[in-house]
């Protein structure tokens, strides 16, 4: 019922910025919360950035001031524009999208995650 496409991944070099973008389409009512995770090799996967549907952010530690999260509402769209990228932030990147949908005439609540893309911060 609501499919999640992610892009904007890619290698960049240490102090470079990249945008990623997700785009959520299906019959959806609403989009609450809009998250971005990242997992590195080996490591778990954590939260990085969040957008409640009122725009009020919160970021890790270890990306803010560097990292900008913002929602388009009319698109259903999600962004996570990266600066002064470091070697650190090499990971997949993926969104998770807090989503009211219609299935089968009734309105149902969810959480999708789109389908990862690749970060690699060279030194």
């Known amino acids: 019922q609501v499919q999640l496409v992610e892009s904007g991944g890619g290698l960049v070099q240490a102090g470079g910025s990249l945008r990623l973008s997700c785009a959520a389409s299906?019959?959806?009512?609403?989009?609450?919360?809009m998250n971005w995770h990242r997992q590195a090799p080996g490591k778990q996967r954590e939260l990085v950035a969040t957008?409640?549907?009122?725009?009020?952010?919160n970021y890790a530690d270890s990306v803010a001031g560097r990292f900008t999260i913002s929602r388009d509402n009319t698109k259903n769209v999600v962004y996570l524009q990266m600066n002064s990228l470091k070697p650190e932030d090499t990971a997949v990147y993926y969104c998770?999208?807090?989503?009211?949908?219609?299935?089968?005439?009734?309105?149902?609540?969810?959480?999708?995650w789109g389908q990862g893309t690749q970060v690699t911060v060279s030194s």
């Open positions: 998770a999208l807090d989503v009211k949908y219609y299935s089968n005439d009734f309105l149902r609540r969810g959480t999708y």
């Open positions: 299906g019959s959806i009512f609403s989009i609450n919360v």
């Open positions: 957008i409640a549907s009122g725009g009020n952010t």
